[in-house]
C-alpha cells in the first residue's frame, strides 16, 4: 500500500485493513477448485494475521492516532507488516516460508511484559470435518500469565458461537471448537472461518487492578471433507470360450477310382485346427454335392477331437458311377484365458472406512487414490502405511480402507490425556458435593482446566470442613461411583460429553490431526 494513501487514517483501522487483505487473500485460495498449496498459504496467512493482531495489541494506546503521529517503532511495525501482506497477495508459494520467518521475527521483537498477552501459534493447522455434528480441541499457545486467574478467563467466539475452554494453563489455551460452522463449505475444497479470541489481563499498578481484554482475529482452517478419490481395481482370471464356424475343404470322390467294384465305401476323418476343439453341442453338418451317378454319404460319429464321415460310391456301371463332393460344415471352440476387470469408484471421507469384497473368483489387483492435493498413489498390496490412505488386509482377499491426514501435535497428546483425567477426577468429587447440597451458594465458579484444579481443591477443602466427618463417608461414596464423562462449564452450560467430544487418546488424535 502507498504510504501517501495512509494520511490521515487511524493507525488501529489500518492494520484491521491489512488483517482484512490477509483474510480475503486465504479465502480467495479455498475457494479455488485447485487444493495444491492451499494449506501453505492457510498457514503463512495466519502467522501474518496472528503478527498484525499482536501488533495491535502491543500498540494499544496508539490505535486511535493517525499513522503519521504514531511512534517510530509502531509505524516501523506497520510498515514491515503492509510489505508482508503485499508479497502475500502475490501467493507466490517460493515466498511464503520467507514470509512466515518474518511474522515470527516481528512478533518475537515486540517487547511485551511477561503478563501481558501474546499468541504465538495456533494449532492444529486445520480441522479435520470427519462429522459435523462434533468437535475439535484447538490449543492456543503463547502467554497467557493471568488465564489461571478467576475474572480473567479466556474465551473463544467462533462463527457466533463461545467455545467451551477446556484447559488453560500461562503457555497454552484449549478451547473446543464445533465442527457445524464448516458445514455449508465446499467438501471437496479447504474450509477458512475467522473468530476472536479474547484473552483477559490485568494492567494495574500498586495494588490497583485495571482490567484490560487483549483481541485476537483468528483463522481456524479446515481440509476438505473429502480426503479424496478412490478407483479400486478388481482382476478375475478366467477361461473365456471362444466359437468360430468351421468348414472343411471340399473333396471329390470318383468311383471310376474303384472300378470294377461294386459298392466302394471311403471313411474321412476331419479335425479341427491346431488347439482348437469341435463343439459337440452343436452337430455338425454334411454338405454332399451330387455331381453323377449313385452314391450316400453320412457322419459315423464327432468328437471334441475329429468328425468321421462315411461316403458309398457305385463303382459297377459307367452310366451310374458315383461321382460327389463333400465337405462338413462345423463350429470349432478354443478356451483362452483372460482377464477381467471390474472397477470401482467412490469418495473417501475422514475416518470413514470401507470394505472392499471381492466377487466370486476376483482379487483385489491394485487401489489408485488420489488425494485432496491431487497427488496419485497407487497401491498393490495391504498393509502399507503412506500417505493418506490406510489399508489392511481382512482375510479372505477382503481389503479395509481409510483415510488418515498427518499428524500435528503441539502438545503431547499422553500429556494433554493425563490432564484432562485428573480434571475429570477433580469435577467427579466436587460434582458428588455439589449434589449433596454443601457447596457454598456464593462458590460459584467455572471449571474450565486444570489451572483451576487448585482452587476446586480448595473448594473442596473448605467444604468439607463444613460438613465435618460427613464428608468422609460421601467421598468415601463417590469413589465407588462411576467416573462422569464430561466436564462441567457452569458458565457456558457445556460439557464435553454434550458436545460429542469423548476423552479418550484416540480421540484426541483424531481432534489434532492436520494436514
Not at 488453560?168 to 489455551?173: G, M, R
Not at 485476537?216 to 478388481?234: D, F, K, M
Amino acid at each position: 500500500m502507498n504510504g501517501v494513501n495512509n494520511v490521515g487514517l487511524n493507525f488501529g483501522s489500518l492494520l484491521d485493513g491489512l488483517f482484512r487483505r490477509v483474510d480475503d487473500t486465504i479465502h480467495e485460495a479455498v475457494r479455488e477448485t485447485r487444493n495444491a498449496g492451499v494449506d501453505l498459504e492457510i498457514e503463512a496467512g495466519r502467522e501474518i494475521g496472528i503478527a498484525i493482531e499482536n501488533t495491535k495489541n502491543f500498540y494499544r494506546d496508539e490505535l486511535n492516532h493517525t499513522i503519521e503521529k504514531v511512534s517510530n517503532a509502531a509505524k516501523n511495525a506497520f510498515d514491515h507488516l503492509d510489505s508482508m501482506v503485499e508479497r502475500f497477495q502475490k501467493k507466490n508459494l517460493d515466498e511464503l516460508d520467507d514470509l512466515k520467518r518474518l511474522a515470527k521475527q516481528l512478533m518475537n521483537s515486540l517487547p511485551f511484559s511477561s503478563k501481558q498477552p501474546q499468541l504465538f501459534k495456533v494449532n492444529p493447522r486445520n480441522l479435520i470435518i470427519d462429522d459435523i455434528t462434533k468437535t475439535s480441541l484447538v490449543i492456543f499457545s503463547g502467554n497467557f500469565y493471568y488465564s489461571s486467574t478467576e475474572g480473567y478467563t479466556p474465551s473463544l467466539v467462533f462463527a457466533d458461537k463461545k467455545c467451551y475452554l477446556v484447559d488453560s494453563k500461562t503457555d497454552t489455551l484449549t478451547f473446543q471448537v464445533p465442527h457445524r460452522p464448516f458445514e455449508n463449505q465446499n467438501k471437496e475444497n479447504y474450509s477458512y472461518i475467522t473468530g476472536e479470541l479474547n484473552v483477559p489481563w490485568n494492567n494495574g499498578y500498586w495494588g490497583w487492578p485495571i482490567k484490560v481484554e487483549s483481541k485476537y482475529q483468528v483463522g481456524i482452517g479446515a481440509l476438505p471433507q473429502v480426503a479424496g478419490s478412490c478407483t479400486v481395481e478388481y482382476v478375475a482370471h478366467e477361461m473365456e470360450r471362444h466359437i468360430q464356424g468351421k468348414s472343411s475343404p471340399n473333396i471329390f470322390y470318383d468311383g471310376n477310382k474303384w472300378y470294377p467294384e461294386h459298392w466302394h465305401t471311403e471313411q474321412l476323418v476331419i479335425y479341427p485346427d491346431t488347439d482348437w476343439h469341435i463343439d459337440v453341442s452343436q452337430p455338425p453338418h454334411l454338405v454332399a454335392e451330387h455331381v453323377h451317378g449313385d452314391h450316400n454319404e453320412s457322419i459315423l460319429s464327432y468328437s471334441p477331437d475329429q468328425i468321421v464321415i462315411r461316403v458309398n460310391l457305385y463303382c459297377k456301371s459307367g452310366s451310374d458311377i458315383g461321382k460327389v463332393n463333400v465337405r462338413v460344415e462345423f463350429n470349432q471352440y478354443q478356451d483362452v484365458p483372460v482377464e477381467k476387470k471390474r472397477l470401482e469408484n467412490f469418495e473417501v471421507n475422514w475416518k470413514d472406512s470401507r470394505l472392499l469384497e471381492p466377487h466370486g473368483n476376483e482379487t483385489i489387483s491394485k487401489v489408485i487414490f488420489e488425494d485432496y492435493k491431487g497427488i496419485h498413489q497407487e497401491y498393490g498390496a495391504p498393509d502399507l502405511d503412506r500417505g493418506i490412505l490406510k489399508i489392511e488386509a481382512q482375510g479372505n482377499g477382503k481389503w479395509l480402507v481409510w483415510a488418515e491426514a498427518p499428524k500435528e501435535l503441539s502438545l503431547q497428546l499422553s500429556e494433554l490425556s493425563t490432564q484432562l483425567s485428573e480434571q475429570i477426577q477433580t469435577v467427579h468429587r466436587l460434582k458428588h458435593l455439589l449434589t449433596l447440597g454443601n457447596m457454598s451458594k456464593d462458590s460459584h465458579m467455572t471449571l474450565h482446566g486444570l489451572s483451576m484444579q487448585s482452587k476446586v481443591e480448595a473448594l473442596l477443602k473448605d467444604d468439607a470442613a463444613k460438613v465435618q466427618g460427613n464428608t468422609g463417608k460421601r467421598l468415601e461414596e463417590s469413589e465407588k461411583m462411576e467416573e462422569p464423562q464430561a466436564v462441567v462449564s457452569e458458565e457456558t452450560g457445556t460439557s464435553l460429553e454434550n458436545s460429542n467430544t469423548t476423552i479418550t487418546l484416540e480421540n484426541l488424535e483424531a481432534a489434532y490431526s492436520s494436514s
